[in-house]
Structure formats: structure tokens, C-alpha cells
């Protein structure tokens, strides 16, 4: 019994200090920044899609958490 009330503790405060451990200035934040355009309207294959030098034009910017309608909704 007393095995498992310390794995309890170790699991819920592990992440919380690994958590600390981490320099802020480490984190990247990924709420905005994001645009979305249908499908349909992309000619370009995703292998272009998905690399840094790759700049949408016409895309519809969007922040998360959001959904596709509330995004478009939205502008």
C-alpha cells in the first residue's frame, strides 16, 4: 500500500517540476500565427505546404483553440 501512495505522489508531481525546470524563455507559443484556406483553393502538394519558406497568400488568419467556423466566422 505504501508503494503505491508514493507512485501516486511521484506521478502527479513529476510533470509540475519538469515543468519548472524548464527556462521560459524556452517556450514557444502557439496561439497565433496560424492561417487556414479550403482545400480546394490549394494547388500547392503538402510536401511545399509544410516548409518554413512556404507563405500563404489569401489564407485566412486564425488562433487557437478555435474551430473552422469560428475562424471564419471571425473575419
Do not use: C, D, N
Amino acid at each position: 500500500m505504501r508503494i503505491w501512495w508514493w507512485f501516486a505522489l511521484f506521478s502527479m508531481l513529476a510533470p509540475a517540476a519538469a515543468r519548472a525546470a524548464r527556462p521560459a524563455e524556452a517556450r514557444v507559443p502557439l496561439a497565433t500565427g496560424w492561417s487556414l484556406q479550403s482545400s480546394a483553393k490549394v494547388p500547392e502538394p503538402g510536401e511545399v505546404l509544410s516548409t518554413p519558406q512556404f507563405r500563404p497568400t489569401g489564407w485566412y488568419p486564425a488562433t487557437v483553440p478555435t474551430t473552422v467556423v469560428a475562424a471564419l466566422v471571425t473575419h
